[in-house]
């Protein structure tokens, strides 16, 4: 299938377990590019476990180098919303791009979509594509304590097939502040050696820098 998936996140840092959420994706037949889009972050939200986004983007051209259907955006840097609301900025994007983008989520943000900015409206105006996440049980019942059956059964069959990634960008983070040297942020799962290498070549999630 033609066009773009918007995986939106953070990715602070980007790990293996998002690198297989794009390529189940690209796998699925939904979608026939993903594009990658790190979250503005405010100046001032501060915190020295986390990295700008000028490193966020560099991480993620470094994950994804050697991937021909995939591409990380500053969209969301340059567009810099605050709040930035993710139907917001898809409609921004149509708009700009003449483009209409399919939204890859988790399975968990799935099962709380109904809490977000616009929901109804986000989901009757934009595709999504759903990655399966541990202890989120997708089902069209689950969904319809929320939604009405038609839109439970519609946000149920979202859900792609892939394996489950154990990894977590917040636990990435904490446990590198007592990291020294470069072979044990390389030796630890879920990081490829050029984002490590990256890493420690920035002193970035360190007490140390």
Do not use: Q
Not at 19 to 34: I, K, N, P, Q
Not at 148 to 171: C, H, N, Q, V, Y
């Amino acid at each position: 299938m033609d066009g773009k998936a918007f995986f939106g996140g953070s990715f602070d840092p980007p790990h293996l377990g998002h690198l297989g959420v794009a390529r189940a994706a690209l796998r699925s037949g939904r979608c026939g590019r993903v594009v990658w889009f790190p979250g503005f972050m405010p100046p001032h939200k501060t915190d020295r476990r986390r990295a700008a986004f000028s490193d966020r983007m560099a991480m993620v051209k470094l994950l994804i180098s050697g991937e021909p259907d995939m591409e990380v955006s500053d969209y969301e840097d340059r567009l810099r919303l605050s709040p930035s609301y993710t139907i917001d900025v898809l409609r921004r994007l149509h708009l700009d791009t003449g483009e209409k983008y399919r939204l890859l989520i988790g399975a968990d943000s799935l099962l709380n979509l109904h809490t977000w900015h616009e929901a109804d409206a986000l989901v009757r105006e934009f595709e999504i594509i759903t990655y399966p996440r541990n202890g989120a049980t997708v089902t069209a019942d689950a969904l319809s304590t929320h939604w009405d059956r038609e839109t439970a059964e519609k946000l149920a069959a979202t859900e792609i097939p892939g394996k489950i990634f154990e990894i977590s960008s917040r636990e990435l983070r904490f446990s590198m502040e007592k990291i020294l040297s470069p072979r044990h942020i390389i030796r630890g799962d879920g990081l490829t050696g050029e984002v490590a290498a990256y890493i420690m070549e920035h002193g970035l999630y360190t007490k140390f820098n």
